[in-house]
Every structure is written in C-alpha cells, then in structure tokens.
C-alpha cells in the first residue's frame, strides 16, 4: 500500500497528476474518471448518496477475485490524492471492499476509517461536503515547473498587441487552474464582457478561438518536450474534451502528430512521471 499513497509525491501516476490538476475534489474525480476509462479497464464512478459521496472502481477485465494488491495500492493512491490535493482536509470515512474479510487491523490503521468487508464493490467513501473541498495543488500542478516561464513567452510575442498578450496570460492562467477555457470566464478574468472581448479581438484583427489555439500551442509543445506526460494526460490537462481533438489540433499547427513531434525532439527532458533514485 506504500505504493499508491507515495505513487503521488514521486509522480509514478499519471491520472494522479492530471487529477491534482483540478480545482476541487469533485473535479479531480471527474477527471480521473475521464482519464481511466480512456486509458485503462477500470471504471471509476462516484456517486451522491445522503450525505456520502461514494467512489466505486469496477475491473472491466476481472474474471475472478480481483488481485487484493491491486485493490490496495488503488485505494490508498485515492486516499493520498484526497489528502495531499486537498492539503490534508480530505479523509475517507470508509472503505468497501468486494472480497472476504482479512487484514482488518492492517487496513484500519493504514486508511484510518472503518473497513466493511463482502461489499457488491471496491469503493470509498467520503463526506459529501468533500467534494467541494478546494485543491491547493490546482495552482500549478503538472504546469509548475514545465511552464515556469510561458506567460512571459507568451505574453512577449513580438506580434501580440497588449490586449492579446493579457488575453493569452488569462488563459494560460485558466489553463494551469484546471479550469474551463471557455470565453466567458476568461473575459471575467480580465473584466470586461464577453461582447467586449471579441469586439476588441475582432479590432485587432484576431479572435478568441485564434489566441486560445495559439496558447495550447505553446503549451503542448513544452508538455511534450519537458515531460513523459501521456497524449491523453496532455489533452486533459490544455482542456480538450477527447484525445481525438487534441491530436486534431495538434496536427493542425504542427502537421504531425504529437508522439512523432515529441520522437523529434533531440533536447534532454527532464522526467515529472518518474524520478530515479542514486
């Protein structure tokens, strides 16, 4: 179990890190949930009961008993994500898990809840209120270090007019929130109207959807270069509903496909999904 919660802090999980990513609780599991299903033959569905939210994990491959350690290490990376996103106010209230009793004690004092065994799934429960619990992590994330210096790459383009520069500023900054790039918040971000922000782009012969393509741009190509992260885990985290649509893109400004850019790549890059130890 040392794995799943540690799995975390030494970046092995890559839904780990696209789900520190998101601004609350409830959206961390959303976007795990997204990330798994694309990924992987794990469900993970949670669900609001009274005042309990319910994280249950089905093992589309199981033809058996589930491998106890891989119920386990999944459970305990679910409560580690819960603990270090939320800055230590996140805490499963009980854990369910589908096989027979054994090890309770063991399981007691390493997840710090009541264990319920012979349960119809594997699951976690928590606290309703936790769900809208903040995450400290959202304010960087996988971007903090890969993206140290690209709102002033972004915002010093030879070309950009101020507006622009502020714009592509905003939502980066919506970006690396784990947020929705959609027009309307960003232009709350900058404060003014939706109407206003498109008219003014529109005077400086650009548009929304230009600017936004063009900081996604930016952004993938250092993902890809900097890190290991997955095309899926990249897509996510520049705010794409589906992997397709981010390969679309991608192949639009570059044409190519983001693992063939990345292939030629000759730069070093440092690792954030893996870390080696001397």
């Known amino acids: 179990m040392r794995f799943g919660a540690e799995g975390i802090a030494r970046g092995y999980a890559v839904a780990a890190i696209v789900s520190l990513h998101a601004p609350d609780f409830r959206q961390a599991l959303v976007t795990l949930s997204r990330y798994k ?7 993970v569905e949670f669900a609001v009961e009274g005042d ?3 994280v249950r994990y089905r093992w589309l491959l199981a033809t058996g008993d589930v491998p106890r350690l891989l119920v386990d ?7 580690e994500l819960a603990r270090r996103g939320s800055g230590g106010r996140i805490a499963p209230v009980r854990l369910e898990l589908a096989r027979r009793p054994a090890d309770q004690e063991l399981l007691r004092s390493h997840f710090g809840c009541p264990i319920v065994f012979g349960a119809t799934h594997d699951a976690m ?9 903040p995450f400290v992590a959202a304010e960087g994330g996988a971007f903090a270090d890969v993206l140290a210096n690209v709102e002033t790459l972004i915002a010093e383009d030879a070309g950009a007019s101020m507006l622009v520069g502020d714009l592509r500023v905003a939502i980066a900054r919506q970006l690396s929130e784990g947020r929705p790039p959609g027009i309307g918040e960003i232009a709350r ?3 003014v109207s939706s109407r206003t922000l498109q008219r003014r782009l529109d005077a400086c012969g650009t548009s929304f959807q230009r600017q936004l393509a063009e900081v996604r741009r930016i952004m993938a190509s250092r993902l890809l270069r900097h890190t ?7 897509g996510m985290l520049l705010g794409f509903a589906e992997p ?10 570059e044409q190519t496909t983001p693992l063939r850019w990345r292939d030629g790549q000759t730069m070093n890059r440092p690792s954030i999904t893996r870390e080696t130890h001397e």
């Open 37 to 43: 299903r694309q990924t992987c033959p794990e469900l």
């Open 52 to 54: 309990e939210a319910t």
């Open 73 to 79: 290490t999944t459970m305990a990376s679910l409560k």
């Open 125 to 133: 429960v928590f606290e309703r209120s936790a769900l809208d619990v």
């Open 189 to 191: 971000r900058l404060g």
């Open 228 to 234: 290991d992260l997955d095309v899926v885990a990249i």
């Open 244 to 253: 397709n649509s981010f390969a679309r893109a991608f192949r639009t400004w």
